[in-house]
């Protein structure tokens, strides 16, 4: 199965822009990339997927690298409000990893 | 529109007993999911509903049951509990099954298994 490596943290200045990594390099080419997120306490919560372009919504960027082997989630400038634990998934695996806890610092 | 709502939101049970998580979704969507959460760990499939009248397993089924009742809700049944399932057990739903939709997540059922 397809299964995807990110760092379990990274920190961040308030107003800054974050990168969050992610690697899979077994991905297959139906594999769809999905970032969702998990704020203390709540279920997680959908930001954004794309397969092989470059996706934007009101929420982030995704950027996939050309051989589809990683991913880079944008977010333009962090809130302390996205302080949360951030998951990349391949979503024809389901598996969700242990993810990357952001902190956000003002 | 509640989206995925869960019952209940926290529960205790003894070994042995058993139990029915409860998960509804109000969103016309096919497919749901259940998932479970360790402390400091991502969630695991248990199991999943790709659409009404189906059901299959995920990475972790051993346990647990599942009935897809109809489109809106999906139980989870845990016949003789074990400390060993002491999770948060979140409820999904997604318009499809395919790799292309979204998931909608409840807000967790926080069991202790004493």
């Known amino acids: 199965d397809a299964k995807t490596t990110q760092p379990n943290s990274m920190e961040s200045n308030e107003e800054e822009p974050v990168h969050l990594p992610c690697n899979h390099s077994t991905i297959s080419g139906t594999d769809y990339i999905h970032w969702y997120r998990q704020l203390p306490s709540q279920g997680p919560e959908y930001v954004i997927h794309g397969l092989t372009s470059n996706v934007n919504n009101r929420m982030a960027s995704l950027a996939i690298a050309e051989d589809r082997k990683s991913s880079t989630l944008i977010l333009h400038r962090a809130t302390l409000r996205d302080a949360a634990v951030y998951y990349c998934?391949?979503?024809?695996?389901?598996?969700f990893g242990a993810g990357t806890r952001l902190t956000v610092k003002p | 529109n509640a989206g995925v709502t869960q019952t209940p939101k926290f529960q205790v049970l003894k070994t042995g007993q058993s139990m029915t998580l409860q998960c509804a979704q109000d969103?016309?969507?096919?497919?749901m999911y259940w998932y479970r959460q360790d402390p400091g760990m991502g969630l695991r499939l248990i199991y999943y509903?790709?659409?009404?009248?189906?059901?299959d397993k995920g990475e972790v089924p051993n346990g647990y049951n599942v009935s897809r009742l109809n489109k809106r809700e999906f139980s989870l049944r845990l016949e003789s509990a074990a400390p060993s399932q002491t999770s948060v057990y979140f409820c999904?739903?997604?318009?499809?099954?395919?790799?292309?939709?979204?998931?909608?997540f409840g807000p967790g059922t926080r069991l202790t298994v004493t």
């Open positions: 999904a739903s997604s318009e499809g099954p395919s790799g292309y939709y979204e998931q909608y």
């Open positions: 969103m016309n969507h096919n497919s």
């Open positions: 509903s790709a659409s009404e009248g189906t059901t």
């Open positions: 998934i391949l979503r024809g695996d389901m598996r």
